[in-house]
């Protein structure tokens, strides 16, 4: 079992100790999909998973989802949390087990979600349908001086419900001077680096686990393309996600190192519980 950078009481303290009202930024990788964002006092949680849902539901299944890397923290303990998003609908996105404490710790947290998942939501989270705040492609909301707009996400094609609306979306956070995409699970597609490089991206948070029939699961851009898809958007920083958490459906980083290598796109490789941080611009 892989081992946290730091976890439970030592990631709490790191979050807290880094949260300054600097200009600058914090992201740490919780494991999957899931981020804290930090900026000026506002805490941000993008996807989070932060249980053994799908251990235990899959653990008497042909499809075994045999945990990697240990648990980062108890979501209850994260009582600080302005803003969460889910992607889509599949429990490493949208997890009962972990938004329920969430919630429930943060009596007035914004949950976003994609406006054709709301019935959904509301239904696995126990919620009023009202609660969640719906977007779409191409949509854009100020939440607490964040503007969050919506982009679709292809898993494995780009979905839409019966009146339009996408059910996978990525993020674009636009804060102070930056700008960080969150996609979700997606793969390329048409028109996606067009749509994502006027955002001029200052860091791109993009699964590498790519895709395999075997594994009878939607599949995620694999390592070379996260570092292509970075490279044509023009991120200033890409940071791979979406590994080390079950042993069936991950992969290594070392072709998504490769190929930024190759593409001269600036990277970074974070452990779970690992802090990143990005100083206030001096232009």
Known sequence: MIRPAQSDAALLAD???????????RLWWL????????????????????????????RETDKPHVRMTE???????????????SSHNH????DAETLGPILARNPSLKLVIPEANRTFVADRLKINPAMPIGLDDGVTLELLGIRVTGVASAH?????????????????????????YHSGDTLRYEGMPEKLRPFSVDVALLPINGRAPERRVAGNLSGPEAARLAHDI?????????FEMFEFNTA?????????????QPFRILRCGERFEHAVRSD
Request: net charge negative; hydrophobic share 40%.
């Open 15 to 25: 979050i807290r100790a880094a949260d300054q009202r600097d200009g600058g930024f």
């Open 31 to 58: 494991g999957q999909s899931g981020f804290l964002l930090q900026w000026q006092s506002l805490h941000v949680l993008l996807d989070p998973y932060l249980s053994d849902s799908l251990t235990q539901k899959y």
């Open 71 to 85: 648990l980062v923290i108890d979501p209850a303990e994260l009582t600080f949390v302005n803003v969460v998003t």
């Open 252 to 264: 290594t980083p070392d072709a998504f190192v490769e190929a930024c290598r190759g593409l001269g």
């Open 156 to 180: 494995d094609t780009v979905e839409r419900d019966e009146h339009g609306h996408v059910k996978t979306l990525g993020y674009i956070l636009r804060f102070g001077p930056w700008s960080v």
């Open 91 to 94: 429990t490493d996105h949208l």
């Open 234 to 242: 023009g991120a200033k920083l890409v940071i791979p996600c979406h």
